[in-house]
């Protein structure tokens, strides 16, 4: 599903583009182009099937910034210790939380997204899985306390049309380890994307709550989204939160020596 | 050959008669019935019997004779090899696991050392002896018996020598103990026992060659390894051997334990729960509680068992709260909280009750710091007791954990998607700066 919005400002010189090629194309043959929108960060031009805008009003800056970052892909042998050190705490987090159907088969390249010469922010890494689904694209992004996981699944099932909660579900039951605890529930419809959460035992303290517990997913129908925050359970030694302002400095903390 | 044998009832004065008879060689004392009285009693009967007493002649019954082959004499003991090895003393705990840090593999079987075989590792305490069973073979089939003695030369001087020793044909068990204790520190090292043998009547010798020499890794430790926790501490040799490979040449518990300790990184905020514990040593990332955790987990490995988990809450005031429980921060009402909130907020919409937030010197958010307490003697033999801060340095007391870590503390708020702001209004922001 595409949109034809745009962002103000940073993606004005875009949108005029388009505006021209659609003029060219009208002028020519009677066609209907079909419209993609652009998302630009740091002036480059990057193609999306949805829109991370919709993302970040709903379920926060740091999910939809994890999608639109520009990831640089750098090479174990030349890692700085920071970039290091988070890809151990990402692979980390998806040997945990990742099934091993959907586990990555050897190495699998690593992209990092620095706002600064010194700071932190994000870890991405993409690789196809094959399955009885056939391929699915999968991206996993993290940053400090939350992460994303996308699946674009190559042919989408036709027994998924109009029904995103079933893809969310056959897809969540595939990607996350606990299967049998994954109970998906569609919240809404909006702007275009379906909208859905993972549903809470009643009863269950808020202590108590890991990071199955804070999952949300969304579709567009043509992938879904996942988001979880990085919860362990109860008696974690992190405030986990979603805002912004912890969810950077992750390179950081790791070049600093040890308290003292 | 046939004899006779007095007939019942018996005639006293033919008795009388045949006791007159050989009296004069007898003395008048009774026959026996040892060969040296053979000829005197057939001259008794005869008496008896010439004096009327009524006899009954006796013909034995035919028998053939035995094998007239006599045993050839017995040979000179011409090998005596030494076959296996058994530890008695040891843990008995040791697991041949060696793929990854997880539990699993099987007890390493017995004899640990099999001439031509196996050699496998032990693992034993501290400042005790060494007792083994040594399994020996005596050739050949039809040697002599002999008695001499069994010795064997351990490491540091330590001997295993038994006297005594009845070395005959075939294999028989022979069971030793060392005459000194093993050093009092941990150890990862190759126990040799170079083993020799003499015979006190021949004088035959099995010195002390390669195929006499017994090799086995042993990993030595304070006492028994525990698994007595809630977390997963199977005694797997890449464990163990981590461990006293670390730990090698300590002779004090805090020793140990710092090592440990410091091997770690960082406390990693964002890093999931490693299962198991043991992922640590090999460089998994972990928070604060989960790297107290594996310190306790190694210190166990070694035997030391007198050290617990604990969390470090930084209080109101800038005191701070020890407790056994991952889930006591400070918390105050949103509902009555001083000062006060207004009557319209949304800082309880998920939760009543705001929460204390210690951000630490990296400005990291977290809820406690989680520390290994481990109390021991030190080297001086006084009793003491650290707090290894799970990914910070170790320090005397709880404050001074705190003290270290805190940067300032926070009230916060849970939010609708689960994650935690900071109260600024009304705050206070910060509560305390440490």
């Known amino acids: 599903?595409?949109?034809?919005?745009?962002?103000?400002?940073?993606?004005?010189?875009?949108?005029?583009?388009?505006?021209?090629?659609?003029?060219?194309?009208?002028?020519?043959?009677?066609?209907?182009?079909?419209?993609?929108?652009?998302?630009?960060?740091?002036?480059?031009?990057?193609?999306?099937?949805?829109?991370?805008?919709?993302?970040?009003?709903?379920?926060?800056?740091?999910?939809?910034?994890?999608?639109?970052?520009?990831?640089?892909?750098?090479?174990?042998?030349?890692?700085?210790?920071?970039?290091?050190?988070?890809?151990?705490?990402?692979?980390?987090?998806?040997?945990?939380?990742?099934?091993?159907?959907?586990?990555?088969?050897?190495?699998?390249?690593?992209?990092?997204?620095?706002?600064?010469?010194?700071?932190?922010?994000?870890?991405?890494?993409?690789?196809?899985?094959?399955?009885?689904?056939?391929?699915?694209?999968?991206?996993?992004?993290?940053?400090?306390?939350?992460?994303?996981?996308?699946?674009?699944?190559?042919?989408?099932?036709?027994?998924?049309?109009?029904?995103?909660?079933?893809?969310?579900?056959?897809?969540?039951?595939?990607?996350?380890?606990?299967?049998?605890?994954?109970?998906?529930?569609?919240?809404?419809?909006?702007?275009?994307?379906?909208?859905?959460?993972?549903?809470?035992?009643?009863?269950?303290l808020p202590d108590q709550k890991d990071w199955l517990d804070t999952l949300r997913w969304w579709s567009d129908g043509s992938e879904v989204g996942f988001t979880v925050l990085k919860r362990t359970g109860p008696g974690q030694a992190a405030k986990i939160s979603s805002d912004l302002q912890p969810n950077q400095v992750w390179f950081e903390m790791f070049e600093r020596p040890r308290a003292r | 050959m046939r004899y006779y044998r007095a007939k019942e009832p018996y005639d006293e004065a033919a008795i009388a008669a045949a006791n007159a008879a050989i009296a004069p060689e007898t003395g008048g004392r009774a026959l026996t019935m040892g060969p040296e009285d053979a000829e005197l009693r057939t001259k008794w009967m005869q008496a008896y019997k010439d004096a009327g007493g009524k006899v009954v002649e006796v013909r034995p019954k035919r028998k053939k004779p035995k094998d007239p082959v006599n045993p050839c004499p017995c040979k000179p003991i011409s090998s005596i090899r030494l076959v296996s090895l058994t530890f008695k003393s040891d843990h008995n705990l040791l697991k041949d696991y060696t793929t990854d840090w997880k539990d699993g593999g099987s007890r390493y079987p017995k004899p640990e050392w099999i001439a031509g075989g196996a050699q496998h590792p032990v693992s034993h305490t501290m400042g005790k002896p060494v007792s083994v069973d040594v399994e020996i073979e005596v050739a050949p089939a039809d040697a002599c018996v002999e008695t001499g003695t069994l010795r064997g030369e351990g490491p540091d001087g330590m001997v295993f020598e038994k006297t005594g020793v009845t070395f005959k044909p075939g294999r028989f068990t022979v069971q030793l103990t060392s005459d000194k204790d093993l050093e009092k520190k941990v150890r990862a090292f190759d126990f040799q026992i170079e083993w020799s043998a003499k015979t006190d009547d021949t004088g035959f010798q099995m010195r002390s060659s390669r195929s006499s020499t017994t090799t086995n890794k042993m990993f030595v430790t304070y006492d028994t390894p525990y698994n007595d926790t809630p977390y997963d501490n199977g005694v797997t040799r890449k464990r163990m051997e981590w461990a006293c490979t670390l730990c090698d040449g300590d002779t004090n518990g805090h020793a140990s334990v710092k090592k440990i300790h410091d091997s770690t990184g960082s406390f990693d905020l964002s890093a999931s729960t490693p299962s198991p514990h043991w992922k640590i040593a090999g460089g998994a990332h972990a928070q604060c509680m989960d790297l107290g955790k594996f310190y306790m987990l190694g210190a166990e490995m070694l035997g030391l068992r007198s050290g617990e988990v604990v969390y470090l809450y930084p209080k109101v005031g800038k005191t701070t709260k020890e407790t056994t429980s991952g889930a006591d921060n400070d918390r105050r009402s949103v509902a009555g909280s001083v000062p006060a909130h207004a009557p319209a907020t949304t800082h309880n919409s998920s939760n009543p009750n705001e929460e204390i937030l210690l951000v630490d010197q990296s400005g990291g958010w977290n809820n406690y710091e989680a520390c290994y307490k481990f109390t021991h003697p030190d080297s001086t033999g006084t009793m003491k007791t650290r707090y290894y801060a799970g990914g910070a340095n170790d320090y005397d007391t709880a404050q001074e954990v705190m003290k270290s870590v805190c940067k300032e503390t926070h009230w916060t708020f849970e939010g609708s998607g689960g994650g935690w702001s900071i109260c600024t209004t009304p705050g206070p922001s910060p509560v305390d700066v440490w």
């Not at chain 1, 980390?92 to 932190?120: A, L, R, T, Y």
Request: hydrophobic letters at 40%; a positive charge.
């Open chain 1, 1 to 204: 599903m595409h949109d034809s919005r745009a962002v103000a400002g940073r993606c004005l010189v875009a949108m005029k583009r388009i505006s021209l090629a659609l003029g060219i194309a009208f002028a020519a043959v009677t066609v209907v182009i079909p419209f993609t929108l652009l998302n630009c960060v740091d002036r480059v031009e990057r193609q999306h099937t949805m829109d991370v805008n919709k993302i970040k009003t709903e379920l926060g800056t740091v999910v939809g910034q994890l999608l639109e970052y520009q990831y640089r892909f750098v090479p174990r042998s030349h890692q700085r210790k920071g970039e290091t050190s988070a890809s151990v705490s990402a692979r980390g987090w998806v040997e945990s939380i990742v099934s091993g159907e959907f586990q990555p088969k050897g190495d699998v390249g690593e992209g990092f997204h620095s706002g600064g010469p010194d700071s932190c922010d994000a870890v991405q890494v993409r690789y196809p899985v094959v399955g009885d689904l056939g391929e699915i694209d999968l991206r996993i992004s993290q940053t400090v306390f939350v992460i994303t996981v996308s699946a674009k699944p190559k042919v989408w099932p036709s027994n998924w049309k109009n029904d995103p909660e079933r893809a969310a579900s056959e897809l969540g039951h595939r990607i996350f380890i606990q299967p049998e605890r994954l109970r998906l529930r569609r919240v809404r419809d909006l702007s275009g994307l379906s909208w859905g959460e993972q549903i809470i035992p009643p009863g269950k």
